[in-house]
């Protein structure tokens, strides 16, 4: 797994070996004419294709050919395998069901209800969560109308939040709690949540008055929205000693 961007990793010639039910030596034969044919087609599968040190059957660790979960589907949908088409007809329902969502975003909105009930939550913390998304968005809409244009800042500024108020950024903040690919806030307790909506709503309201504009200046903005709730945070702390 590759912490940093949070991808997991999977040998290709183990995915090819479910797929086919082959020996050892055809599915590497199988990786190689596959292989082959991807790049002629331009497919970036292969030049995304990463090498990691895996234990092989003998024992021994070697460099392996590995990709991530979307590479992994990539090669699904071009292994020739009656094994593959179930997972084929999966990726086929999936895709019919996102196209159906563009037309009708309720059904998108409906499908992460219906996650989070199976994941028990109920029904009062999934009104909340719900809520919170459309308050993040009023947040990055105020930064992107004050000079702040891509996702890498957005998310620059978010760990600003998160490191003022709680001493971690969001990635360190996960790591933390044992969290992988899992939401944060989906994993936070009642206060660990009020304290991250105090400190974005307070920098939204900030960044509305103040009007800071770029990276730069919208950081020290995001500074004091965390010292918002690190002081509420605080407070709380020694009352409760």
Not at 83 to 100: C, F, H, T, V, Y
Request: hydrophobic residues 35%; glycine residues 4%.
């Amino acid at each position: 797994m590759d912490k940093d961007a949070e991808k997991y990793y999977i040998s290709i010639i183990d995915t090819i070996g479910i797929l086919t039910d082959n020996n050892y030596q055809s599915e590497r034969n199988c990786w190689k004419v596959l292989k082959f044919r991807l790049r002629e087609e331009g497919n970036e599968t292969v030049t995304n294709c990463n090498q990691l040190k895996l234990k092989a059957q003998d024992g021994k660790y070697r460099l392996t050919d590995v990709c991530d979960i979307e590479g992994m589907f990539r090669i699904v949908e071009s292994v020739p395998s009656k094994n593959a088409e179930p997972i084929k007809q999966w990726l086929a329902k999936l895709g019919s069901e996102r196209i159906d969502e563009t037309f009708d975003p309720s059904l998108a909105l409906q499908r992460a209800i219906d996650l989070y009930r199976i994941k028990g939550y109920d029904e009062v913390w999934i009104s909340k969560r719900i809520k919170v998304l459309q308050e993040r968005k009023k947040l990055t809409n105020v930064w992107k109308e004050n000079g702040v244009q891509d996702q890498k800042e957005y998310a620059i500024l978010t760990n600003e939040i998160y490191k003022t108020w709680s001493g971690m950024t969001a990635k360190e903040y996960k790591r933390y709690k044992g969290l992988r690919k899992e939401s944060l806030r989906d994993n936070m307790d009642n206060i660990e949540l009020i304290l991250t909506d105090l400190s974005e709503e307070a920098t939204k309201r900030l960044v509305s008055k103040k009007r800071p504009h770029g990276l730069k200046e919208n950081l020290t903005v995001a500074k004091i929205g965390g010292n918002v709730a690190r002081a509420a945070k605080k407070e709380l702390e020694e009352n409760l000693q």
